[in-house]
């Protein structure tokens, strides 16, 4: 999806390793948002992101911890994951109106 | 409480027939928007259409309507003229713009519908 870049797009992961989502933007908005989709259910929201400098908590946010040290960039971090955190991410931007853009997505198996 | 409700976790519908995927909704904002993805297997998001609360009119896009009943607090989609390539899964979210919303933007989803297109 043109505009919001996630990397990687696959990742196996031992318990108890960590390792961190990458999201960025060439769009330069600062509405940014990390959600998560287990299998079969809809998307629920990590955290998020109203600028550079500005996170907080969505409604799923333990275990995780992000960072937006600049507009373009808001990485997502896994400590001590978990099978539990077994899961497609999506990062994705406001872009304004009825306009937002997801990034394809990073599938997550922890083993 | 859930904010979306899709209570259809399934639907088979035939091809070139219309479909309406059932959502509903619970906020205690006065401005807020209902959104329609769909997911094919693929796994991207796809925008399909959007709906503000104080929108008069149902808004539609091509073969898709949003029937919109602000009372009964409902929001379904409506596809018509059913092709191969609708199966998928389907998404209602919502945009709370009010004191819920808090200026964040967010989206809160449904958990899906799965739509299969016979043909």
């Known amino acids: 999806n043109a505009g919001v870049t996630q990397t990687p797009k696959f990742r196996i992961l031992k318990i108890g390793q960590s390792m961190t989502l990458q999201c960025t933007q060439d769009?330069?908005?600062?509405?940014m948002y990390w959600y998560r989709q287990d299998p079969g259910m809809g998307l629920k929201l990590i955290y998020y992101s109203v600028g550079a400098g500005i996170t907080d908590k969505g409604e799923v946010p333990n275990g995780y911890n992000v960072s937006r040290s600049t507009t373009e960039d808001f990485p997502l971090r896994l400590e001590l994951a978990a099978p539990s955190q077994t899961s497609v991410y999506f990062c994705?931007?406001?872009?304004?109106?009825?306009?937002?853009?997801f990034g394809s997505g990073t599938r997550l198996t922890v083993v | 409480a859930q904010k979306i409700t899709q209570t259809q976790p399934g639907m088979f519908v035939q091809e070139k027939e219309a479909v309406t995927l059932d959502c509903t909704y619970d906020t205690s904002d006065q401005s807020y928007g209902l959104f329609w993805y769909k997911q094919p297997s693929s796994g991207e998001m796809i925008f399909l259409i959007y709906q503000g609360s104080y929108d008069e009119q149902n808004a539609t896009e091509g073969r898709y309507s949003l029937n919109f009943q602000k009372a009964r607090k409902s929001a379904n989609l409506v596809i018509s003229a059913s092709q191969l390539g609708d199966s998928a899964m389907y998404f209602c979210?919502?945009?709370?713009?009010?004191?819920?919303?808090?200026?964040?933007?967010?989206?809160?989803f449904g958990k899906g519908t799965k739509l299969s297109v016979i043909p």
């Open positions: 994705a931007i406001y872009v304004g109106g009825s306009g937002y853009t």
């Open positions: 979210a919502m945009r709370e713009e009010g004191y819920s919303g808090a200026g964040s933007y967010q989206l809160t």
């Open positions: 769009m330069n908005h600062n509405y």
